[in-house]
Structure formats: structure tokens, C-alpha cells
T-cell receptor, first 109, second 114 residues
Framework: AQRVTQPEKLLSVFKGAPVELKCNYS??????LFWYVQYSRQRLQLLLR??SRESIKGFTADLNKGETSFHLKKPFAQEEDSAMYYC???????????FGPGTRLSVLP | EAGVTQFPSHSVIEKGQTVTLRCDPI?????LYWYRRVMGKEIKFLLH????????ESGMPNNRFLAERTGGTYSTLKVQPAELEDSGVYFC????????????FGPGTRLTVL
């Protein structure tokens, strides 16, 4: 069965501290993994996807197939990073997304 | 480029009434998806259109939900009759065919059934 888990519902860190949002998945095959972010009063938007292997807004995420994880990391959190973060997977053929429950990140001043 | 739009942004109806939600995808996007997030739960897939055809409707909860995409442009999702448990946020997303699997999301429609 396809499943995405995000163990933390809420994560609070101070500005300038490192942050790691955890994501684990189960999928029989080779999925494509994504991180989507929803800032207050805005729509869901793509933050990262594993195949592009890029850093956006200082965030990175590495796909670990052995641990079936796709954790999102940023070395120095900023207040504007406060948002809801969703990890999602898609099958190989443009299938629908399976979303995790989301983690609300709160960066404190 | 205009993004995915959804109408209405909010809808409050009584149990037993009918509601129709509309989604306008990004122009040229053949793939259109509907998702919903009911209170306290995860965002769940409802169905997937490729142009005007239903590619996958495995996520539709029951036959009170009817989705259409006549002409392969905008899509509607009708709930008839609405029940209390249908309350939530309904998202639409669209994607090009081929290339990236990135989906572009609309702002969502918040549906409240009283």
C-alpha cells in the first residue's frame, strides 16, 4: 500500500536554528517524492522534488531508498519559513499524489 | 500565466442540498485532479481526468459525488445530496502531460455542510 508518514504534527524552532521535517514512505516501486508548502492564506505550492536535487529557499531533501525517507532540512530557519509542509509521493506514470498528514513549522523570533 | 482557479472559495449549505464546485486548470494542462481534506484528516485523492476522460476515480467516496470535465477544459464536482461528513476543503490541481509530475494547485473551496 502507498503511504506517507510525517511523525510531527507541529514543530517549533527558534530563528537561526536548524530544522528537519521528517517524511517516510511506503511504495512498491520507485516513486517520485515531493515537498509542498502552504503559507498562511496561500495555496499549496511545490517546494522541492527529489529528481531535481536542488535547494529552494535554503531547503534540501535527499531521498534515502534504504530507509524510505525524504526528510526536509534547512540549516538556519527563518521566520518566513513558518508554514504547513506536506510530503507527497507520486507513482511513475503521473499518478495522483499520496500526501502525508503535514507538519506545521513554527519559527519563533 | 494564470494559475489554477476554483469557484466558489467558500460554500455553506444544509444537509441534503446540492453543491457544485468548479475548477479551471492552467491552460493547456490535460491532467486535472481533485483532492479533498476533511477536518483533521489528510489530503486525499478523489479522481483524475486526462482531457475529458476519467483516468482514475478510485478515490471518489460514494455515488453522491459526480465529476465532469466536458470538453476537457474546466471541471465540476457535484455533491448531491450533501452530508455532514462532506465538509472540508476541496482542492483541484492540474499538470501537463509528459515531463514533470509536478501538480499545480488551486486555492481550494471550503465546503461547510450544516
Amino acid at each position: 500500500a502507498q503511504r506517507v508518514t510525517q511523525p510531527e504534527k507541529l514543530l517549533s524552532v527558534f530563528k537561526g536554528a536548524p530544522v528537519e521535517l521528517k517524511c517516510n514512505y511506503s511504495y512498491s516501486g520507485s516513486p517520485e517524492l515531493f515537498w509542498y508548502v502552504q503559507y498562511s492564506r496561500q495555496r499549496l505550492q511545490l517546494l522541492l522534488r527529489h529528481i531535481s536535487r536542488e535547494s529552494i529557499k535554503g531547503f534540501t531533501a535527499d531521498l534515502n531508498k534504504g530507509e524510505t525517507s525524504f526528510h526536509l532540512k534547512k540549516p538556519f530557519a527563518q521566520e518566513e519559513d513558518s508554514a504547513m509542509y506536506y510530503c507527497a509521493l507520486s507513482g511513475n506514470y503521473g499518478q495522483n499524489f499520496v500526501f502525508g498528514p503535514g507538519t506545521r513549522l513554527s519559527v519563533l523570533p | 500565466e494564470a494559475g489554477v482557479t476554483q469557484f466558489p472559495s467558500h460554500s455553506v449549505i444544509e444537509k441534503g442540498q446540492t453543491v457544485t464546485l468548479r475548477c479551471d486548470p492552467i491552460s493547456g494542462h490535460d491532467n486535472l485532479y481533485w483532492y479533498r481534506r476533511v477536518m483533521g484528516k489528510e489530503i486525499k485523492f478523489l479522481l483524475h481526468f486526462v482531457k475529458e476522460s476519467k483516468q482514475d476515480e478510485s478515490g471518489m467516496p460514494n455515488n453522491r459525488f459526480l465529476a465532469e470535465r466536458t470538453g476537457g477544459t474546466y471541471s465540476t464536482l457535484k455533491v448531491q445530496p450533501a452530508e455532514l461528513e462532506d465538509s472540508g476543503v476541496y482542492f483541484c490541481a492540474s499538470r501537463t502531460s509528459g515531463g514533470s509530475n509536478e501538480q499545480f494547485f488551486g486555492p481550494g473551496t471550503r465546503l461547510t455542510v450544516l
